[in-house]
T-cell receptor, first 113, second 113 residues
Framework: GENVEQHPSTLSVQEGDSAVIKCTYS??????FPWYKQELGKRPQLIID?????GEKKDQRIAVTLNKTAKHFSLHITETQPEDSAVYFC????????????FGRGTSLIVHP | DAGVIQSPRHEVTEMGQEVTLRCKPI?????LFWYRQTMMRGLELLIY????????DSGMPEDRFSAKMPNASFSTLKIQPSEPRDSAVYFC???????????FGPGTRLTVT
């Protein structure tokens, strides 16, 4: 089955800095990679996703990059703000198949004002 | 749409008691997932249903856990008998199928004393 490793487990940055969270996956057949944000005491919510036919996707201050050869993908947040503080989860799965998403362990991002 | 609905939001029970968690997925979604989240183990998939049929229950910890989906708009996760180590937040999520974005419910915080 799929195995997803996520690093770092905690990340502390100053407001305005950039933050990068990295994930690696094991199953080369995986082709869909969503990122979820979970604020304290709330539910995980999708913030961005990428499919294996593209290498990068951006949405305002958030971007995700994918390296299929190396089997890793990363979340980039620029100009971080205190409201970006949350736990971020990456996941990998085979879109269109019977697979289910495998989640990383999560990264706790703290943005200091 | 009200999103995924879970009840109760909080449950405190004594060891040995039966616990039933409930979930109403988003209308039109045909896949439903039950997750357990703890600090130690992160987000774990317990079981998922597709078109009301259990597809993969390999994540269910042991026979004390059972899940049902009698129709497209309702699912239950039952723990009998409950133990203190079952204390966690239990999330239900639904999606249009196993390959699309998952929408999480608000979760049920279970405490077993």
């Amino acid at each position: 089955g799929e195995n997803v490793e996520q690093h770092p487990s905690t990340l502390s940055v100053q407001e305005g800095d950039s933050a990068v969270i990295k994930c690696t996956y094991s199953d080369s057949a995986s082709n869909y990679f969503p990122w979820y944000k979970q604020e304290l005491g709330k539910r995980p919510q999708l913030i961005i996703d990428i499919r294996s036919n593209v290498g990068e996707k951006k949405d305002q201050r958030i971007a995700v990059t994918l390296n299929k050869t190396a089997k890793h993908f990363s979340l980039h947040i620029t100009e971080t703000q205190p409201e970006d503080s949350a736990v971020y989860f990456c996941a990998a799965l085979l879109s269109g198949g019977s697979y289910i998403p495998t989640f990383g362990r999560g990264t706790s991002l703290i943005v200091h004002p | 749409d009200a999103g995924v609905i879970q009840s109760p939001r909080h449950e405190v029970t004594e060891m040995g008691q039966e616990v039933t968690l409930r979930c109403k997925p988003i209308s039109g979604h045909n896949s439903l997932f039950w997750y357990r989240q703890t600090m130690m183990r992160g987000l774990e998939l317990l079981i998922y249903f597709n078109n009301n049929v259990p597809i993969d229950d390999s994540g269910m910890p042991e026979d004390r856990f059972s899940a049902k989906m009698p129709n497209a708009s309702f699912s239950t996760l039952k723990i009998q008998p409950s133990e203190p180590r079952d204390s966690a937040v239990y999330f239900c999520a639904s999606s249009r199928d196993t390959s699309y974005e998952q929408y999480f419910g608000p979760g049920t915080r279970l405490t077993v004393t």
